[in-house]
């Protein structure tokens, strides 16, 4: 097993380089539990869907290529994107998410752009 970095994210057919120095966080969609007790010290499990997750990422903006333009302009849509994120192992997670939070926010003295994004399926390929 290997840890590392984000290598890539395709996000509606566009690919981004990552930056290298990232600690990008997967979370998968499914349930969150919790415990609620009762009254005579039994007790059951709550479920609640979450969405599929990517955080912590931060891609390269290249304004020749109007990338900016491109996050803001997906972003703006109501549906879904399709995404594709490579890590630097070769494992990659695809799946059907919406941007979310500053995803086009450039800091414009590194030159990249944090991308934040949920969804309802988010999984490992191969």
């Known amino acids: ?3 590392g970095p984000a290598e890539s994210i395709v996000i509606a057919g566009r690919r981004f380089a990552c930056n290298a120095d990232d600690d990008v966080t997967v979370q998968l969609p499914g ?3 919790e415990t609620k007790m009762h009254g005579d ?3 059951h499990v709550s479920k609640s869907r979450k969405p599929g997750k990517i955080s912590g ?3 390269v903006i290249d304004h020749e290529n109007d990338d900016l333009e491109f996050l ?3 972003a703006d849509r109501h549906d879904y994107l399709d995404i594709s994120l490579t890590l630097c192992d ?3 997670y695809a799946g059907s998410m919406q941007i ?3 995803s086009t926010a450039e800091g ?8 934040e994004l949920e969804g309802p399926t988010l999984e490992a390929q191969g």
């Open 1 to 3: 097993m290997a840890a």
């Open 31 to 33: 349930y969150t539990n």
């Open 41 to 43: 010290g039994g007790a």
């Open 57 to 59: 990422l931060n891609v």
């Open 72 to 74: 803001q302009e997906h």
């Open 90 to 92: 070769g494992r990659v």
């Open 100 to 102: 979310t939070g500053d």
């Open 108 to 115: 414009t003295k590194e030159g990249f752009a944090p991308v």
